[in-house]
Every structure is written in structure tokens, then in C-alpha cells.
């Protein structure tokens, strides 16, 4: 089981664009997070957690994944208030495209903890993989709210559009254009040629809110100027060129 990077590629529908997303940083996958949450006169480890535990491990080493998810279930229902084992869990079942697992385990850890902003980014992420655009978007809304990442905005702002709620997209569209750190951040998107490139984040935002005034204000004009401010920036930035000769 290959562990989570730290930049996933996300593509949204209808066109608009491909996005970067950072994922949370996975822990130790040679043992799971065994703390206790109970008083410290209890905390010494069963002889059964001992044993489940080191059955992880070994199904670790010899990588046979399904036998490490039996040894997170049976280490879960050791000890059913660690959290960090039921993270381990969704991490496991989202590693592995089973997104449905995903998301409802991360709904189990924010049925605890609302601000859990790891359980909160594997259910936008998945939500949004399952098309169900809403609920990545709510998740998204939380995790930018709890920490103010200017990242999780620009996947609001996507999928805002998507959803055809143009002005809460316009909003979000101009509070990144107003974010000096969006103008060092990058994305991914396919060149003329089709294959994947880096181009400034700036650029996806200003088509974006071409595409968003067009669609809200019927404004061609103002449309028009966001196309052409992206190309000012990248001239081969395919998406601006493609909607810069629709507009016209």
C-alpha cells in the first residue's frame, strides 16, 4: 500500500480546471497509535492490544494490507475511544480508493470532533471523488474557516461553480485575488500538448472568475478582461485561450 503524498491532483468536472490539494501528513504506518485515553493507573497495554499490535507490524513488513485492516478493526474494538486508530483506518480505506469507507469513518471521528481537520480533508476529498459536490464542499468550507488556508478556498470557488452558486464563487474568487500568497502558488494543468504543467494558481483563478461573471452577470466584457489578464500571465494557458475565443 503506497501512503499518501503531499500534493493530490483533483480534477473537477465540466472543464474548468485540474487543482492541487495537500493532504494531511500520515503517521508511522509500522505501528499504529496505540495511546490510551484512559486514566493513567489503566493505561498499560492489554496482552491482547500487545498482540493485535504486533500483528499490524508484521503484516506491515510483509505487506498484506488486508491483514494489517483486520489488525486496525480488532485493535479498534480493543479500544474503541482511540481516535488515532480509527484515523489509521480511514487513512487505510482512502490510500486505497475506497472512498464510500473513507468518508464514513472520518464521519465517525467528527461525530467527536468537528475541528478534526484530518478527518474533515479525507471526506472533502472523498465527497467530491464520489460526486457529491455539496457535502465536499461543506467539508471544504470547515477546513478553510478552521484554518484559514487560502488552498481550500480555491477548491470552494471550484466547486461553487460546479454548483452553479456564481456569486458565492465571485466572492470567493476575489478574496484569492486579494491574497498576496496566491500569486507564489502553483497548479497543475494539461499545455496545448496535453500533457501536465505547472501554472501560476493566479491564472485558474482569473478564468475562473471569467467563466463565474459570465455565467451570473452576463457580463462579456468583464469576462473577456479576466480571460485576457490570465493570458497576460500565461500566454499557453489553454482553458483562458479556449474561453477568450467563445467570448468573442
Aim: some cysteine; charged content about 25%.
Amino acid at each position: 500500500m503506497k501512503y499518501l503524498v503531499v500534493i493530490l491532483l483533483v480534477s473537477f468536472g465540466a472543464g474548468v480546471s485540474g487543482q492541487t490539494q495537500k493532504q494531511p501528513a500520515k503517521p508511522d504506518a509500522s505501528k499504529p497509535q496505540t495511546q490510551e485515553t484512559k486514566p493513567a493507573t489503566d493505561q498499560k497495554m492489554s496482552a491482547l492490544t500487545e498482540h493485535y499490535i504486533k500483528k499490524y507490524q508484521v503484516a506491515i513488513q510483509w505487506s498484506d494490507y488486508e491483514v494489517a485492516k483486520d489488525a486496525l478493526y480488532d485493535l479498534i474494538i480493543e479500544n474503541p475511544q482511540n481516535d488515532s486508530l480509527i484515523s489509521d483506518l480511514a487513512y487505510f480505506y482512502f490510500e486505497n480508493e475506497k472512498y464510500v469507507q473513507a468518508v464514513l469513518v472520518s464521519q465517525q471521528l467528527l461525530a467527536r470532533n468537528p475541528k478534526n481537520a484530518v478527518a474533515l480533508e479525507m471526506s472533502a476529498v472523498g465527497y467530491e471523488v464520489m460526486g457529491v459536490k455539496d457535502r465536499s464542499l461543506q467539508s471544504f468550507e470547515s477546513l478553510y474557516l478552521l484554518t484559514n488556508n487560502f488552498n481550500y478556498l480555491y477548491k470552494m470557488a471550484f466547486l461553487q461553480f460546479d454548483l452553479k452558486r456564481y456569486a458565492e464563487c465571485i466572492t470567493s474568487v476575489d478574496i484569492l485575488l486579494a491574497n498576496k500568497d496566491v500569486e507564489a502558488a502553483k497548479v497543475a494543468f494539461n499545455d496545448a500538448a496535453g500533457k501536465p504543467k505547472e501554472y501560476p494558481m493566479k491564472v485558474a483563478v482569473l478564468n475562473l472568475k471569467g467563466l463565474a461573471v459570465q455565467e451570473h452577470l452576463g457580463d462579456k466584457a468583464a469576462a473577456k478582461k479576466a480571460f485576457e489578464d490570465a493570458l497576460a500571465i500565461a500566454p499557453d494557458f489553454v482553458l483562458a485561450k479556449e474561453n477568450l475565443a467563445k467570448v468573442k
